[in-house]
Every structure is written in C-alpha cells, then in structure tokens.
C-alpha cells in the first residue's frame, strides 16, 4: 500500500520490521498480537520519557518479503513543544531497548535514528547522555521487559517470520536483525518466574482449560474456568480476543464445556511456606480462534 512519509515536525517515526521468509505470508493473528506488544512497550517507555507523547501504529507492507508495524511519536502538550527533543528521543530509546543487547554499537544507532527523524546536526552529549540513562532505566523496568518478551514470544509462534529488528525509515530494511534463532531467548521463556520477596508472577503457556462461564462484553471481565477437575476465576486481558466480542464477529460459540488453551498469567502470595494463587488473568487465547479482520485498531490507553 502507499506510504506518506511525514515530516519531522509532525513526529519521530519508529517502526518495527518483521522479515519474511521467501514465499511466506505472515500468521495476521501473530502479528496482531505482537503489535499490540509493540503498541504497549512504547506507551510504556514513553510514560517514563514523556507521559505527553502520543503514539499510533499503522500497519504497512513491505517489499521483498516483509512487514512493518509503523508508529509515530508526537509530542502533544506544551512541556513536549518546550522540550522538543524527546519525541526524537523516544524513538532511539525504543529501539536501542529493543535491540539490546544484539545490537552493541548503540551510540550509532542514535545518531542515524535522529538524523532520520530530522535531526541532520545528530545528537549533543547532552541528549546522548539522557538517552543513555533512559536506556539504561528501561533495562531495569519490568513492565518494559515483559512487553519487549511478549513480541518476540508471539513472532516466535509464526515459522514464517525469520527475522526482527527496527528503524525509523520504513524504506530502509534495518542495518541489524535480531535472527529467529535468538527469539526464544529473548522471549524470556526461559526464566518465565519472576519473584520478589514474598509475591511472583508466574505464566502458564498453552495452558488447557474448560470454559465454565464466560462474560461476553468487550471489558475484561472474570470468566470461569476448570483444569484438572478443579474450578478457577481469570480475567480475560486478551485485547484482540475482547474486540472480537464487542464487534460481535468471533465466528464462536463461546459455552459452558467448550476446550480453550490459553496463556494464564498468575499472581501468587507465599503463605506458611507455600505459593498460593491471588489474582489470575488470560493475556491469550490460543484456541479456539476468532476471525480477525484486516484492519488493526488499538484503542487509546
């Protein structure tokens, strides 16, 4: 499809690229869901730079066999126009945080990825140092994390994706790509329990479930389930799954005993020497599933 590439003074454009293997047409359902990871881990990363940033992903073709999720960060209040630098900003930190730690000449990537974004006089230390610090920070922010693991676990799913990476010019195939050998690492699957003192998240992936009372609007509610004999409330997060209900077009009979597999996110408490489940939430429903249309909407947080 067209593209319009805008100025810099519109906003800094950052954008994910998915590399194809030749004659392979991507899973829509996977890269539905790593766009909204996508979405996600740039809010994230922009409510610590600059809760004023506004971000949009638009998807778009690319050529010779690939994809990119387009997003464009502009600054939209007062301070931001005061401080013109961060929507710019932003762009180098999502990237550099997304390609860490296989992209090691990161003082590089800032310098073209600002000069992309309108930049041409690159960077001053200054702006060089807060980069770094922002980078640096994300590092250390769990939310961040999750979301960058959760790309590379969905793109993980799709054979037909062989490669990953970002840059802020949809024209230029990215200088480095992170391999498909390297997604199940950086998907955090290996080190999937988190703890902390006395509470932890842990996941269960793929997980088999009998569907016992769902709730069928569009906000995540406290569906029912049963595994193993025994019963269990989880709310359902699963955004694209949600939107499939509110737009009436899941193309499912969503009942009491249908089979679902899911990936079950658990809160747990450790009480008497034991890890007790708290809080227990659906972040996808891998089967059955819904139709999805073309058209990627994300509704503004």
Not at 48 to 55: A, E, F, N, Q, T
Not at 127 to 149: E, F, M, P, Y
Not at 154 to 167: N, Q
Request: glycine share 6%; hydrophobic share 40%.
């Amino acid at each position: 499809m067209p593209v319009h590439e805008r100025g810099a003074e519109e906003g800094a454009p950052i954008s994910l690229y998915l590399d194809l293997a030749p004659g392979r047409v991507a899973d829509l359902s996977v890269v539905a869901y790593a766009a909204l990871a996508w979405d996600a881990l740039i809010k994230e990363i922009a409510s610590v730079v600059d809760p004023s940033l506004d971000v949009r992903v638009e998807l778009v073709s690319g050529e010779d066999g690939s994809l990119w999720l387009r997003s464009l960060i502009k600054a939209i209040s007062k301070v931001s126009k005061e401080h013109p630098w961060t929507a710019g900003a932003l762009s180098a930190i999502v990237s550099t945080f997304l390609m860490f730690p296989v992209n090691h000449t990161v003082e590089d990537m800032w310098k073209e990825i600002f000069k992309a974004a309108g930049h041409e006089d690159g960077i001053s230390d200054e702006d060089a140092k807060k980069i770094a610090d922002h980078v640096t920070a994300n590092l250390r922010n769990q939310v961040a994390v999750s979301h960058k693991q959760r790309i590379f676990r969905e793109v993980e799913r799709d054979p037909s994706i062989i490669g990953l990476g970002s840059a802020p010019n949809i024209h230029r195939k990215p200088k480095t790509l992170i391999p498909r050998s390297q997604f199940f690492l950086l998907s955090g699957e290996h080190a999937a329990e988190v703890e902390s003192f006395e509470r932890r998240e842990i996941w269960k992936h793929d997980y088999n479930v009998v569907l016992v009372r769902p709730v069928l609007v569009a906000d995540p509610r406290r569906w029912r389930f049963q595994h193993g004999g025994v019963e269990f409330s989880a709310t359902m997060n699963d955004r694209v799954f949600l939107n499939a209900i509110g737009e009436r077009h899941t193309g499912l009979e969503l009942g009491e005993g249908i089979e679902m597999r899911v990936d079950l996110r658990v809160k747990q408490e450790r009480h008497a020497g034991a890890w007790v489940d708290k809080e227990q939430f659906v972040e996808r429903v891998i089967y059955p599933t819904p139709a999805i249309t073309s058209g990627l909407h994300f509704p503004s947080d």
